[in-house]
Every structure is written in C-alpha cells, then in structure tokens.
RNA sequence: GCCCAAAUGGUGGAAUUGGUAUACACGCACGACUCAAAAUCGUGUGGCGCAAGCCAUGAGAGUUCGAGUCUCUCUUUGGGCACCA
C-alpha cells in the first residue's frame, strides 16, 4: 500500500498525453490560462520556475473537472541577448543552444505532469511565427507607428547595443549591469506615447481585473503630468525659448531659466553667448557623464550661466538669466524649465549655490498663519518653563499633528503635552496660573490638553531641547505673513537629519505648507493682478490668458518615452524594411515575409552600432520593392520584447498561415481569463503587450481591447538560506531531483502550500517531506474504505425510511442511501440459481414485508453484477452521495414513527442491527459537516489563488479521516476529487483503484452540502469584559436566553460576576456570549 | 525623496462583515516499535506562574462590550520609481 510515485506518475503522463483529455476544447464554456512562456536559458529550470506554472495547472484542472474547455499552452521566448550572450560563450551557435536548452526545459516541465498541450507549442523564433511579428511591424510602420529617430538613447557598451528605458535598473543594463552611455543614434523607435493615455486609463476598465500593484507600477510607469508650455522670449533675438511647467501658478516667482545641455538654444544663440567656450566645455562635459552619473551627482547640482543672454517672462516682461545646467533632462517636457526657487527644491538649491534670487509667488492663509504663531508662542512659554524647573516633558505627536489639523479644519488646533505623571501637580498648578483649561475641550480654541501618562513617553515626538529650537527657527526668523520656506528648508535639511526626527520635519511641513510641503498650492501672492487667487483658479485663468495670447497652451506629458525598437545584434527578427535612396525607407511587402534571418560565419556584436548582419553582403544588398531599384536591408534587429507582445494570440490559432490568427478562434478564446507570472514584467512585457493589442484593435486584427482580464503574480521562491536562488551562491535546488525524490504530486502540493502565492518563500526541503507524508496518508487511507469480499456478506439488510422520502439500506457496518423509488441488494445472499433481483425481492418481501416488483430493481441489477468482478471494492458504494439524517421514519407495525437520530437511537423499539447503524451514522456526521466545509473552502481557495489554505484544510480532514474506522467511498471519491488538481497522478490511480474506467478529471467538481455544514452541537465562547472564561457545548438551535441562563450559571463565569452588576450582554449567534460587568 | 506591499511562536504561515490569536506544516523534546538506526506511530510544544491566573500579533495612542483586523502617529523590512519641473 505503500505510495511509490515514480511509476505511478509516468504511467498517468503517458495516458493523458496520449487520451488527449484536457484537449476537449468542445465544450459550452472556455478558460483560456495563460503562463508567461519561458526564456530557455542553458541553466535549466530551477524550483522556482514552475510555481506560476504549477498554479495555473491547478487553476486549469480545477476548471476542467468544473466543465470548461481549458487552452492551456506553452512556449519558448527563444530570441534575445541572453540566448546569444550564451552562445557566444559556450562557442555554438544560438539556435543549436535554443533548440537544446528548449529540450532540457520541455523535459523538465513534462515531470510536473502538466496539462499543456504541445499541440499549440510556440517558439518565438521559427521563421513561420515572427513572420506575424515583423507583419505588426509592417502594420504600425505603415499607420506611422515605427519610425526612424537620431535622439541620444541607451547604448550599453558591454551588449553593444542600444537598450529601452524599460530595459534600464536604476540607469544600469538589465542584462548585464554595465553603465549605459547616452549616445546619439538611427534607431528604429514605436510611438507609444500615441497610446498613452489608452494605456492608462484601460487599467481602470472591467476588462482588465489585475492586482493593484501592478497596475500602480504602470501608472507609475506613465506618468501622465498635466500643464502649461510657455514661450520665453530671448532679449535681442528672434529666439525663443519654450518650458513645460505643471505649476504656472508660481511663475511670478521665476527668477532665472535653464535649459538641458542638449537643449538646440546653445547652438543657434552661439553669436550671442559672450561665455561660449565655458557653455560648450560645460555641455561636453555633461554629454559625457552616464545616466549614473547624472543620478548619483544629484546632490550637488552644477550648471553655467548664459552671459549676455536673458529670457523674458511674460507674465511680468521682466527679464531674468538663462542657464545650462544637467539637472534638466533633455528628453522630457520640453528641455527647457522655468526656475522657481521658492516653491521648487531642485530650483532652491541651485539657486543657493549659484546665489539667485527667490522669491515666494504662494502663500498659504494669513489667518492660519496667525493661529501657528499662536500654537508655537504657547509652545514656546512651556517650553521655556520645563526647562527652567528641570520638568521633562515630550511634545507628543500632538504638536505636529493638531497644528496640522488646525491648518486643516481652520477651527482649532491643541497642544499635546506629556509629562511625567508624579510632576502633574507643577504642571498643574503652572496651567492654572496662566489661564489654561486643562482639560480636552475639542470645541474651544487654543485650549491645552495634558494627557495622563503612565511613564515618560520617551520613543518619538521631540523634547523640550527639540521643540525650543523648533521655536526660534520658526517664530523668531520668520516673517508670518509671507513666511519664507528657504529657512524652513534649511532647517529641516539641518537640524532634522542630525536628531534623526523625521518628525520635526514633519512638524514644519505641516505647520507651514500643509502636507506636501514644497508642491503644496496655497494663495498667490506677489503676482500682480493674480495676487489673491487660489493656486488652482491661477493655474487655470494663467493658462486661458497664455492660450489666448498665443504666448503658451495647455500640455498633457508622460514619463514614458516611446519605445526603442531596434538591436545591433544578431538573434533578433531582422526588422522587414529596405533602404532605398530614392524611396526612403520602404516597408518589405507582405508576400515577401518573413524576413529570415540569414546564416552568418560571425554572429557576434560588432559595436559599431550596425549589427552583424551588415557584413552579409549579399542578404544586404536587394532591390527596393516600390522601385526596384537598388536597396539595401535594415540590419538592425527586433528586441527580445517583440515576440512575446502577441504570443498568446498565436496559440489560440498556432498554424493559421493566412493570418496571425483567425477571426472566429480569437473571438472564441480572447480575452485571456487567467494570467500568472513574475512581476518583473509589470512595466516592460506587460506595457509592450498592452500598447501591441491595442494597436490590433485599431486595425481590427483583434475583438478585445486589453488581453489579459485577471493577472497574477507570482512570488519568488528564495533559497534555503533566505538569499535568492543563483549558481552564485550554489544554492541552487533543481526540481528533477525533488520530484526524483519525493514526486511530481509532492513537489506540486509544496510549491502550492508555502505561503501566500503572491509572497516570496524560501525554500524548505523538509518541508516537501511534509506535504509526502500527507500524500501517503491519503493514498492510505483507501485500506479503511476496503470491505470484505463480497461473498462474505449474505442476506439483505435492513430498509430506513430517511427523511427525504427515501431509503437507507444497512447491512452490518455498511450502509447507503438509495434514491426515491430504487432499493438496494447486497449481491452475496442468493439462493441457488437465484438472479440478484429475484433474491432482492425475495429477501425484501419475506424479511421486511415490502411489496418490490421486478421494474424497480434496475439499477441495482447493474451493480450487483460489477460486484464480482472486482473483489476489492464494490460498486455498491457508488450510490453513497451522502447521508443526510436528520428525521427517521421508522416502520412500526403498519405505520411509520418520525423520530430524530438520537431519539431512535434510544429507542427500545429499534432493533439492535439498526441501532449499530444509527450510531456509526450519528458519530458520521461529524466528518460529513467536515467533509463539506472541506469542499467549500477548497473551492472558493482556489478561485482566489489560496493555495496554501486549501491543502492546509485537506489536511485537516485527512488527519479527521484517518481516526475512524471505516470511511465512506463517496467520502473518499470527494476528497480524492478536490485533492485532484493539486496531486492529479496519485489521485488518478486511486479513482482507477476504486473501480471506475473513466479517468477523474471527466467528474464533475463536487458541490458542497449546506445542509450537511451544520452541526448538532457548538461551541459557545463566553466572555466576561471581552475575555474568554469558558467554552459551553451547546445544542446548534439554542435560543439566546438559554445560553445566557446557562452561561450565568457557569462556576467559572461566577467567579468575575459574583457581586457585580451586569450592565449589559452581547450575544453572536452560534460564536460567543459577552458578560459586560 | 515619491508610490506600493508587509511586520503574528524556534521556522513557513492560519485567522475578511471587528467576535475563541497561533489552524496546518516544519522543527524540537519525550515515549512506543528496534540489537541499533532510519522510517512509522503516539504525546507535548507562545511566554511567565505550583496553581488560580496574568502577559503576548513591530512600537505608542484612539474608537469599541470586544482590535492581529478599523483610525492616527512612529519604526523596520521588501518591491518599484527616481533631478519627470
């Protein structure tokens, strides 16, 4: 009995493979599961791999035992660097390392027994698939999607080749950790900016239902930023310069301009720079330093003055500096931005360094700025007073916070203070002599509240030492009414940092600006004829004027750039597009496609920012399709992304010649119900798939306007020792040898039970030994559902009348229910040539005196013949659905006695036989209620991806199980049913062990039973003053007066109640009674 | 700096409309079987206390009859973004 996986689990792969029994793709209701297909590096797979693979073969035999056609298919994103970078290292060619890493990882991925079915098997680079890869990039270079660019962008000089901002961490190459230089270049880029606001705005859609994670990082990602471009005008010239600003509002604060060093103005103002040896060594030196360095100099903002150029703000014809400084990007906005020290900290340090002026444009009210100096005078005075009398005391949250809030309700704002509790009476006394209420009063202003305290209240909030310091950088250096945030600012870099109180900092924030300090809108002031108006009617008034004058108009800006599209490497789609003289760039007509990669001697990355590709002459070299004259290929190729923005269209419809997929397929399976992997890919894979499905839709290729409805991520499994799993470390597992070791079913139940499925784990060997044992208890357990052979039971059993009208039939220990209508026989009593029915009939009407005819005894005629042909188990079981007692009719004589269980099972009048049966179904019920509420968690854990929770109460009821002495085959066909998605070989041989031809995963999933969920009896916690004193068995309908009689009863509740008054008791029905005293 | 997520025994983790904190699993300890070991089975396992009981879900407050769960403040860890004007 003993459960040996390893021929188990081949034996059942074979069988399904061959069956094809998930591939019923027939039926009225579809799921399309979806993994992120793997890249197939020469490592192989390691135990983390398969855990979002493992879930969505759960998710997908869970839905085919549920009655749907699942398309669960599988992969290989072959294209890319780390395919060639692999190559180029172990001295093969890339498709020589693809197909041989392809086979490892199929191999591998077969050991799990997976429903995948190869039929659909995709692999990015077979010249048949990226021919529809470079056919969408005919499709958007013809709607003006794909164009040709000469902006800088990442080069990285390790991969030699240049690199999307999605393919940049922290401005480092995402492949191999190289600094990335910024380098001009022809690239090939998509505009995908276009479906930007698409982009974001579908996330919020019904057809998308991802983890909010996911979708925030997008939004993140996009950055939608709404404003204003204004045209500065240059004085003495013709040139103007144009900025982005999502503040307008502050603009009567700018006090200086700063374009970014790539910025056009240097170049055409040349004549006019009196200082342009400086600009140029300034501007060449900042074109030098990477990304990184950009970064990381942050701290220490540099730039240089235009002398004898200055730019005029229009608002107020005032003419101010220009500079060239890195702390602008080129490539966002506009390049160019208006400086407004006072209200923007990048602006405030540069302009200290370089000694500008600043001037405050916003104000927050001048009545709350009353109300601070207020707080802060009365904080002051205690202050002073706690330090002289050697008091100590702690400004709690209370200062920050309550002044915040005054500035936020604008009625009143406290003072928290917290003292020791032994020097109350000083304070006390000290209170009173200067007229302060001490007590809390919410609704009269300026009111002192000191707070009883245990102990000092020591672990944050700012000291008296703090708070006086607070004090004389605020209300001695700071003029109220126009207040100066410089000062704020330098306080809060200075004396913040050094106490380490990120609440001090707070305290200034909130007490000045409000939160949010520096971006924070408020009131203008000090700009003319807009002095007054609130920073969003500014804004908006500002903006009409600009857009009126033509000076400036409304913009909307995104973070996300438009993707860099083309590689300087070999194993890449080569891009469809010929290079004429005469035409241009000229698309590959769609007959010609696809483009093949061709062979080349020397596939490795030239750097010069061609690709290998450009020595191949004769692949180069062809005539131009519009017309034809000579012309020449692009040898840029596509990046890894390419392939897997569309690859989940290609399986619904995998060897579709005529189109990347059919009509009718794709409306048949789109959109992707379920779509599970590592949330690495939030921002690249996921955008890029997004933005490509988009573009299918516009052109109609598609009928869904997102892809993918539910995404889920998977979280990492770590290593042993809490580190991430890398041959660094050596701390690599390989899932052959667990599964060699424990079974595929064991290393699919683990990865299932872990944790949480969207958490990181580390790994634990024991642990896989865990789930075995629970494995092994449930293949076990089929010992306890085994009968005696079935010759050694004779004569029919007794007949019960059960509530529902129909019958229980017992016979010794065995017992089952029998539809309305039909009636049972136990094959072993016949008489010589006696036919089952015949002896039924007999034995019913002479034993019990029930009038049978034959047409009644159908079924069971079946089932009595199947009896002899398998000694082990016995059909008759198959009837067992479930036992549902709760009132026994019971013959008496010529009439019928209604009774409940327990009172037939007192009752002398019932014979001894059915008293044995009363009792074992009596003490059944128990793991019946278990056994459904088993069935119901199971299912609802996994619809919502918890795993871990649904084996832990498998777990449960096979611990339950394994107590009794005899178990149910309908019990045991239902656990082995849930259990089937998780462990589906060894729940496969037990379903084949139990007699039944057709393989479990044909069942239907199994509906749990309300009715059987209730118990009899419950446990009641009671509780006096919200603590447990005792737990009361209760019957399942007590009323509430009953229990609180019995419950005031209780010795131990009698114990906190004796002598008290009782004010009042909470009742919840069927959990707990709580004694207020 | 900004955004998101999290913090519960020796470990992974349970506990969702606020109602028995620590389910399930691992580990550990003791016992049974064994010449012995492994495997298996049984018992125990948050802390303090002889006990009654008290204390415990990162810290501190609050709301409530009752808080792991809700509110506020703070700390720490993980992930993402980062001079985006």
Known sequence: MKYEPKNIEKKWQKVWEESGIYKNYTRDKKFYTLDMFPYPSGAGLHVGHPKGYIATDVISRFKLLNGYSVLHPMGWDAFGLPAENYAIKNKVHPRIAVEENI????????????????????????????????????????????????????????????????????????????????????????????????????????????????????????????????????????????????????????????????????????????????????????????????????????????????????????AVPLFVADYVLGNYGTGAVMAVPAHDERDFEFAKKYDLAIKPAIAVDDALNDQTRKIFEVAKEIAIFAKENKLVAAFDGGIGLDIAMGMI????????????????????????????????????????????????HIDFGCYIDDVEKLIKNTIENIEFTTFNPIEILKYKKSEAERTKSKRLKDIHDYALFGEGSFVEDGYLINSEKYSGLSSQEAREKMADWLEKEGIGKRKVNYKMRDWVYSRQ????????????EKCGAVGVPESDLPVVLP????????????????????????TCPKCGGA?????????????????????????????LVGKELEKEWMPVDLYVGGAEHATRHLLYARFWHKFLFD??????????????????????DGRKMSKRWNNVINPDDVIDEFGADAMRLYEMFMGPFTQSVAWSTSGVSGVRRFLEKVYGLRKKVQIQSADN???????????????????????????????????????????????????????????????????????????????????????????????ITVKEGKGYVVMSLGEAVNNPKIDTRTKTLLEIISKGKKNKSLLHKTIKKVTSDIENFRFNTAISQMMILVNAMEKEEKILVADYELLVTILAPFAPHMAEEIWEKLGHEQSIFLQSWPQHDLELMKESEIEIVVQVNGKVRERLMVAADVTEDEIKETALESEKVKVFTEGKEIRKIIFVPEKLINIVI
């Open 793 to 887: 039971i004779c004569g029919a059993g007794i007949f019960i009348e059960v509530g529902n009208g129909s019958y229980l039939f017992h016979e010794r220990d065995q017992f089952a229910k029998i539809a309305p209508g039909s009636v049972a026989f136990w094959g072993g009593g016949r008489e010589k040539n006696e036919t089952p029915s015949q002896c039924a009939i007999r034995e019913l009407n002479e034993e019990l005196g029930i009038d049978v005819q034959e047409n009644d005894l159908e079924t069971i005629a079946d089932m009595t013949s199947k009896n002899y042909v398998d000694g082990e188990f016995d059909r008759f079981f198959n009837l067992h659905t479930y036992l549902d007692i709760n009132n």
């Open 599 to 622: 062979e080349v001697e020397n596939y490795e990355p030239t750097g010069t920012g061609e690709s290998p590709l450009a020595n191949i002459a004769e692949w180069v070299n062809t």
């Open 569 to 580: 490497r070999y194993w890449g789609e080569p891009i469809p597009i010929i290079h004429c």
């Open 409 to 456: 309700t604008r009625n009143h704002g406290d003072i928290d203070l917290q003292v020791e509790k032994e020097k109350l009476e000083v304070w006390e006394k000290y209170f009173e002599d200067k007229g302060f209420v001490i007590k809390k009063n919410p609704d009269e202003r300026f009111e002192l509240y000191v707070a009883e305290l245990e102990s000092l």
């Open 631 to 659: 012309g020449k290929r692009e040898t840029n190729t596509m990046p890894q992304w390419g392939g897997s923005s569309w690859y989940y269209l290609r399986y619904i419809d995998p060897k579709n010649n005529g189109a």
């Open 699 to 720: 052109i109609g290729a598609v009928s869904t306007i997102e892809p993918f409805k539910k995404l889920v991520h998977v979280g990492l499994i770590m290593a042993e």
């Open 103 to 318: 086979a490892t990882f199929k191999k591998q991925l077969e050991a799990f027994g997976f429903t995948y079915d190869w039929d659909r098997e995709i692999n990015t680079t077979d010249p048949e698939y990226y021919k529809w890869t470079q056919w969408i990039f005919l499709k958007l270079f013809e709607k003006g999607l794909a164009y040709e660019s000469n902006e800088p962008v990442n080069w990285c000089p390790s991969c030699k080749t240049v690199l999307s901002n999605e393919d940049l961490e922290n401005g480092l190459c995402e492949r191999c950790g190289s600094e990335v230089e910024q380098k001009p270049m022809r690239q090939w880029v998509l505009k995908m900016t276009a479906y930007a606001d698409r982009l974001l705005y579908d996330l919020d859609s019904p057809e998308l239902d991802w983890e909010d994670s996911i979708t925030d990082q997008q939004r993140n990602w996009i950055g939608r930023s709404e404003g204003v471009t204004i045209k500065f005008p240059i004085s003495n010239s013709q040139e103007f310069i144009e900025v982005f600003t999502t503040r307008v509002d502050t603009i009567f604060g700018c006090t200086y301009c700063v374009v970014a060093p790539e910025h056009p103005v240097i170049e055409n103002l040349k004549s006019q720079i009196l200082n342009l040896k400086e600009v140029e060594d300034y501007v060449l030196s900042a074109n030098k330093k990477t990304n990184l360095e950009r970064a990381e100099l942050q701290k220490e903002k540099t730039g240089i003055r235009l002398e004898g150029v200055e730019v005029i703000n229009p608002f107020t014809q005032k």
